[in-house]
């Protein structure tokens, strides 16, 4: 191999470590040791049908080619999708820098201080903005951010009414994710011109959009309070540039906001990622459904941030989880968060301001050209009447590469924002056949709509607004933090490979970057070419007929293949098919996923072995065969076992007339060795963001896509835009959920083709069995399958040392940290284990460094036992270390400093110091604060 063949760079081991890593696991070569990993029944010998990869500047040069083919146009369109200035600073030191996007969620919250802060002042700006007590740090996309807030409504209403009403001024693709949610859970969506027909006698919520989506800026306060009246809940769907000058939704009395932070410096990618967000009043703070970042103190009692509320998360409430979410949209959270630190409270007003100038002239142009344009207040859209001739109008202005709205035959919609200038109303003027406009504007919003509370008071918001300083905020926060830039992130079932500059270059390209979701099909061509050819491979690696891109994380990807599900036993008259069997083992998000889709989950037992029970499913398959609908399982599992039983587990459903639903989140451990859609399942979703390299961001973004047999193709996502087709759900709001994103699986696949991607396997597997073969005799390795062989990933059993010594997983967790590295995942499938996934990206040094401080820590495990460390007070007990604990005047423990700083191996040089001690999770929780403390909590 030359130097050229990128898998060669995103494969850490070269073949001298692999020899040592293989003599080590005892086999001879790769080869040997997956066909004694893998069971002989699932096994796949065939070679992929993939193109031969590209080099580097080979597969950057095509991505050029792709992009050429989409045409960027100025984007008035609108719908809840804007033009925005990211401001450079933040695209290059966010968007751009690894430090940001290749960092973990936040569950080790000493280690991510930076990012926590930064989704504190995401939240922040939502609650200020709103006007409501508690905002969460950021929801899939607006769509899905409406349809959790239907269901947080339902949880939360006193009414009895199974009838959701929404506002016909919605935007469309919202009324589209919001009917996909609402028909499995037996939910009435009527959709309602609230202008002219009354709200029905009963009903549990309302979703009003605040401006409509024509542009109209209507006083909601009447119907916030007639729904109060019947005990029903109200959403507003709120534009947060807009409510800078508008009353907060929270004036009026809304009960939760939800919408998009897209507009603040979030480019539209096309539909995705963007960050949408959720807000509620207060009393509503606990039923919040994603990740809410909290304050608390750490053991020096010094204020420190951690998401708050942990005991929500899907992983721990299971089929009683009231959403699927899980990864989110961190990163966007992130540079929408930054967007308003950098323009401040006034800043954004006059972006505001500005733009609602913009639209002003554009409609006084119009009306003095004789064009009738709607008699309503609006903030930044023109709805304009042109009786028969809309599409001409559109085709003329898209002419002077401008996209307008087709709101129907006779009208057309104009949307202004942040980037439109005189030039953009000019072309539209002359689209619209009306001379260009020079009079006076009256731009005044109705006045008792106006905003006349404060927003972004907290100095964060005024302290950052010279280049310089955003540039050192940014870097002062990414420091705090431990990202893939460091070092190893070993996370069991997360996958955290590397994702490689070349990758990521062509997200922020303007051709990728600047492309409406609604933009017409012949300027996205090169997105559907993209779009394709990753279908395809996906296709291919997979073994399935069919994949949609659509959903936008996993869990979404979990949603849509159970819909998917449902879709086809309803079709075949067999809609009373509603049990879902789950093993025990499962992600939270399965269950979670299972119950939105309208099912009962049904709980199926593992053996000691940790592999599924055989004959505990036929027990629960005998007792539901007639309403059996599917089986969810994880694949290797959960555990990270190959288990052997997979193919009868799939014969056994499909015998009963069960679907076969199998997690392909863990297809790193697949690809190249074996097909889901070969050994027997019929659907499965994949993690984009795990296994094929889009960065984790912090806790997203993330891609989901849904991969399913041909029988299930006819369910497969539809296009939640315009003429929305109901036969199929919508799972997120835009066709292909977070295009923007899409070039960077691929570019990894482009690169690494068949051979490369099957050696990537191979190496990740030999890694797992690398690192359980040397930590074997320090912690005992929980599950193994065939020869003693793990897959993917490898959990170690520290409850027996736990109960013998007291010190915790949480501890070793912890002490990782003072060795430099990032804990693996934390009792998660098994309580008081840790699970580690090392990948096939890291090299044999980095294993060996892990593995070196595991082994130290068992030492240290065993000093604790031994009595010469006290339980209370050792380096475990006290980790992670900071600087300013180690340097202070007192040091009253039972060891030396230099032990808990620089614990045996560690770089002096190279030291990474995490600036919190330990925190204090149920403090906070007991003391729910989830906006930014003031800067005197910090003084000490
Ligand atoms: C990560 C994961 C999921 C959920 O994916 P998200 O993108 O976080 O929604 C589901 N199942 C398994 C096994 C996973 O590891």
Known sequence: MTTEQFATRHIGPGPDDERRMLEAVGYGSIDELMDAAIPEVIRWHGTLDLPDPATEAEAIAELRALAGHNTVAVSMIGLGYHGTH????????????????????????????????????????????????????????????????MTLARRASKSKSPVYVVDADALPQTVAVIASRAEPLGIEVRVLDLDVEDLPGEFFGLHLQYPGACGAVRDHAALVEAAHGVRALVTVAA?????????????????????????????????????????????????????????????????????????????????????????AQVLLAVMAGMYAVYHGPDGLRAIAARTHEMAGRLAAGLRAGGVQVADVAFFDTVTASVPGRAA???????????????????????????????????????????????????????????????????????????????LRYLRRLADFDYALDRGMIPLGSCTMK?????????????????????????????????????????????????????????SQGELAGLLAIRGYHRERGEGHRDVCLIPSSAHGTNAASAVMAGMRVVVVACDDDGNVDLVDLDAKIDKHRDALAAIMV??????????????????????????????????????????????????????????????????????????????????????????????????????????????????????????????ATGVAVLAANYVAARLRDHFPVLYAGNKGLVAHECILDLRPLTKSTGVSV???????????????????????????????????????????????????????????????????????????????????????????????????????????????????????????????????
């Open 392 to 470: 001409e109008v559109v085709a003329a202005a898209a002419e002077r590469g401008v996209n307008l709205r087709l709101v129907d035959a006779d009208r057309v919609g104009v949307s202004c924002d942040e980037t439109t200038t005189r030039a953009h109303l000019e072309a539209v003027w002359a689209a619209f056949g009306v001379p260009a406009f020079d009079g006076a504007v009256d731009v005044a919003l109705p006045p008792a709509l106006a905003r006349t509370s404060e927003f972004l008071t907290h100095p964060v918001f005024s302290s950052h607004h010279s280049e310089t300083a955003m």
């Open 634 to 759: 994880t694949y290797p599992s959960t555990h990270g076992v190959y288990e052997t039983g997979i193919a009868q587990l799939c014969a056994k459903v499909h015998d009963a007339g069960g679907q076969v639903y199998v997690d392909g989140a863990n297809l790193n451990a697949l690809v190249g060795f074996a097909k889901p859609g070969k050994f027997g399942a019929d659907v499965s979703h994949l993690n984009l963001h795990k296994t094929f390299c889009i960065p984790h961001g912090g806790g997203g973004p993330g891609v989901g896509p849904v991969a399913v047999r041909a029988h299930l193709q006819p369910f497969l996502p539809g296009d939640p835009g315009a003429g929305h087709d109901s036969t199929r759900p919508a799972i997120s709001a835009a066709r292909y959920g977070s295009a923007g994103i899409l070039p960077i699986p691929w570019a990894y696949l482009r690169m690494m083709g068949g051979a490369g991607l099957t050696r």
């Open 86 to 149: 990211t401001p450079a600073v933040i695209r290059r030191n966010v968007l751009e820098n690894p430090a940001w996007y290749t960092a973990y969620t936040p569950y080790q919250p000493e280690i991510s201080q930076g990012r926590l802060e930064a989704l504190l002042n995401f939240q922040t700006m939502v609650t200020d903005l709103t006007g409501l007590a508690t905002a969460n740090a950021s929801m899939l996309d607006e769509g899905t951010a409406a349809a959790e807030a």
């Open 810 to 940: 949480d501890d070793v967790a912890k002490r990782l940290i003072d060795y430099g590295f990032h804990a693996p995942t934390m009792s998660f499938p098994v309580a008081g284990t840790l699970m580690v996934e090392p990948t096939e990206s890291e090299d044999l040094a980095e294993l060996d460094r892990f593995c070196a401080a595991m082994i130290a820590i068992r030492a240290e495990i065993d000093k604790v036992a031994a009595g010469e460390w006290p339980v209370g007070d050792n380096p475990l007990a006290n980790a992670p270390h900071t600087a300013a604990m180690v340097s202070g005047d007192e040091w009253p423990h039972a060891y030396p400093r230099s032990v808990g700083a620089y614990p045996d191996g560690v770089d002096r040089a190279g030291k990474y110091w995490p600036p919190v001690r330990r925190i204090d999770g149920a403090y906070g929780d007991r003391n729910l604060v989830c906006s930014c403390p003031s800067p005197e909590a910090f003084e000490s």
């Open 498 to 554: 590397l994702n490689a500059t070349t990758e990521m270059e062509p997200v922020t390209w303007a051709e990728f970057a600047h492309v409406h979701p609604f933009a017409p099909a012949e300027q996205t061509a090169g997105y559907r070419e993209l779009i394709g050819q990753l279908e395809g491979w996906l296709a291919e690696l997979t073994g399935y007929d069919a994949v949609s891109v659509q959903p936008n994380a996993g």
């Open 239 to 327: 534009d947060l540039l807009a409510l800078t000058l508008l009353r907060a939704p929270g004036e009026i009395g809304a009960d939760i906001a939800a919408g998009t932070t897209q507009r603040f410096g979030v480019p539209m990618g096309f539909g995705g990622p963007h960050a949408g967000y959720l807000a509620v009043r207060s009393g509503l703070e606990r039923m919040l459904p994603g990740r809410l970042v909290g304050v608390s103190r750490d053991a020096d009692g010094n204020p420190a941030y951690r998401l708050a509320l942990q005991t929500r998360e899907q992983h721990i409430r299971r089929e009683k989880a009231t959403s699927n979410i899980c990864t």
